[in-house]
Structure formats: C-alpha cells, structure tokens
C-alpha cells in the first residue's frame, strides 16, 4: 500500500531507531534531558529564535502559544481554514478562553495587512480587543501554499501596527523555507513565536517545537506543564528529533514528488490545483470523494478526503519517485 494520505504517517529510519536507543537523557521536567536542551538549543538557533521548547505535537504548540500571547476574553484573528482554528477543537475557547474572529485569506489562505486593520478590535466595556494573530506557513487547507517572506513580514508588522503579537503556525515552514528558497529564520524574523513540526515532512516519530523569546519560552514551560505535556526521559524521543531537523534539505525533493504527481494526474483528465510544496489536491468530479478514495485504495493508494469533492495526497520521504510513477498508474486505472 502506498500511503500518501499525510506526511506525518513517516517512518522513523534506522538512524532515528538507534539514536532513540542510545540517547543521553534525564528529567526534562527539571529541564535536566541533555538531548531534549540540545534539540531545544538547535531549534532556536535554525528557527532563528532565543529559545525553543519540546512539545508532544503541533496542537500543543499552538495551544501554548495562544495562552501565553494573551489574557481570556479577547480575540484572536485567524484565516478561516486555519488548523488553529478548525482541527484544533476550538481549544483557543476551551484553553484560552478566546474568541475567534476568522478573515477569508481567498484562494491563498494569506492574511494581508490590510485585512488585518480592517479586522482589528480596539478593547471597550462593550468590545473584546484583539489579542493575537495568527498566520500558517504552509497553509495546509489550501494546499500546502506559501506565504512569501513579504507577507509574512506584513503580517507581523500590521500585528504590531494593531499592539498585539504574531504567532506562526509552522507545521511545514521548512517546506514553505524549500520552496521559497530562504532559511525558515527569514520568513519568521518579524514573528513573535513559531511552532513548526519535526513530526511530519522531516521524519521525526513525535513531537514539535515552539520557539520565540526568552520570557515568552519561559512562560511556555509552564503552560506546557498545565496541559499536561511535561515529559519526563524525553530524550528518548527528541534524539530522532535531532536527526529529523537535519532533513530540511530533502524537502525540495517531496516537492519535486507533488509536482510530479500532479503533471501524471492531470494526464488522466483529473483537475489537479498546482501544488506549492507537498501537498496535492485533486477534484473527484462526477465521483464522491469516498467513491474516488475507495477507487484507489483498491490499486493501492491512499489517500484523504479534504473538502467537499476534493481528496489530498502529500508526498514525503517513505514515498519516492518510482512510487510516484506508480501511483499515477494505479490512479489512472480508475478512470
Ligand atoms: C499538523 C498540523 C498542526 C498540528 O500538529 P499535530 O502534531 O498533528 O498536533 C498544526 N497546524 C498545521 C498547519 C498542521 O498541518
């Protein structure tokens, strides 16, 4: 079975098998995990950031985030597929006790500047204020899109025009960092905190990291410790992490994948949005996305519903490029 219905269903190779076994650790509660500091250490100084701090997953990150950047009662403004706001069981009101205020980003999921002053709310006895903004890089509903090093910088600056900070959904800047040929440091400069993923197109088996000042990772370690994401020997599993941060450079080649995969689709009379980086969606047309999905699963390939007659394939490093041939193949048997 070819399995390309997300990039987090990697597997950890050999490498990350035998650094696990072999990783230092202690308690990362008491902040005593060697290997944990050490991937924390790395992911600040590639992010570009202060400091950085393991966590379970990207959710988690998020979430801590979000409780950090503000105080309950105020909104929040998110593009309208954001993950924050639409896979995350709308944990910014069940932890943060925020309300969302979400801004149609059209076909590219950004939020520009303008969008941004437009929607801003000055706190009053009647209004509650904006408290934070948030963008996605990659924007995954979109498709894997990239949000330019410009608009990122936009964003950011019309954040601080507005008073309050910026927090990036990073789960795939490093593919946004691939495609758009800068170091992910350059399209966060201007952020206040980014959670990206280890666990996704760069291989790790578990976890993310959440990066940004000094004081703001330090309140952060206290919040991940309230959601119950204190992790004891975590080494363990941040050795692989370690690993997984050295894979950025083989994003270009998942990308390479979709772009690919997409041209072979297309062949087949399938309409097939351009992708950006790994993430390729495909219109099912006259079949219902579970009629389509069913299709290929029958010639070995999954893949995911994702909207309303739209199915999502990602490429990633278990998927090479012979597989690729192979799943348009087995697409095209469908037709
Ligand atoms: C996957 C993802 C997350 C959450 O990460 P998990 O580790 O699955 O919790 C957040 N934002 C985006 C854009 C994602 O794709």
Redesign the pocket.
Same mark, same amino acid.
């Given at each position: 079975m070819l399995d390309l219905r997300s990039d987090?269903v990697t597997l950890p190779d050999d490498d990350m098998r035998e650094a696990a076994a072999e990783a230092d650790v202690g308690d990362d509660v008491y902040s005593e995990d060697p290997t944990v500091n050490e991937l924390e250490a790395r992911a600040a100084e590639i992010i570009g950031k202060d400091d950085a701090l393991f966590v379970? +997953?990207?959710?988690?990150?998020?979430q801590i985030a979000a409780k950090v950047h503000t105080s309950p009662g105020y909104e929040v403004l998110v593009e309208r597929e954001?993950?924050?706001y639409k896979?995350?069981l709308g944990g910014l009101a069940q932890h943060s006790q925020l309300q969302v205020r979400t801004i149609d980003g059209g076909d590219r999921g950004v939020l520009t500047p303008e969008a941004i002053r437009e929607n801003a709310i000055e706190e009053s006895d009647h209004e509650a204020g904006t408290g934070l903004v948030c963008v996605?890089n990659?924007?995954?509903a979109k498709g894997g899109v990239v949000v330019s090093p410009e608009e990122m910088d936009a964003a950011a600056n019309a954040a601080h025009d507005i008073g309050v900070p910026l927090h990036v959904?990073g789960?795939?800047i490093f593919n946004a960092a691939a495609a758009a040929d800068v170091p992910a440091s350059r399209l966060v400069k201007e952020a206040d905190s980014v959670?990206f993923?280890l +666990?996704?197109g760069l291989g790790a088996p578990v976890g993310?990291m959440l990066a940004g000042s000094e004081e703001f990772i330090d309140a952060a370690h206290q919040v991940r410790k309230l959601m119950g994401g204190g992790m004891r020997q975590a080494g363990m599993v941040a050795a692989p992490g370690l690993l997984a941060l050295e894979n950025r450079s083989r994003l270009a080649a998942d990308h390479e994948n979709a772009k690919r995969l997409a041209a072979g689709l297309r062949d087949h009379g399938l309409t097939v949005k351009e992708p950006e980086t790994n993430i390729v969606l495909v219109e099912t047309g006259e079949q219902s996305t579970d009629e389509f999905l069913s299709a290929c699963e029958e010639q070995g390939v999954l893949g995911v519903p994702f909207a309303d007659g739209v199915v999502r394939f990602c490429t990633h490093w278990n998927v090479s490029t012979e597989d690729v041939e192979t799943v348009i193949d087995a697409v095209g048997q469908t037709r």
């Open positions: 987090t379970p +997953s990207g959710t988690m990150g998020n954001s993950h924050i896979w995350e996605e990659t924007h995954n959904d789960a795939r959670m993923c +666990s996704k993310s």
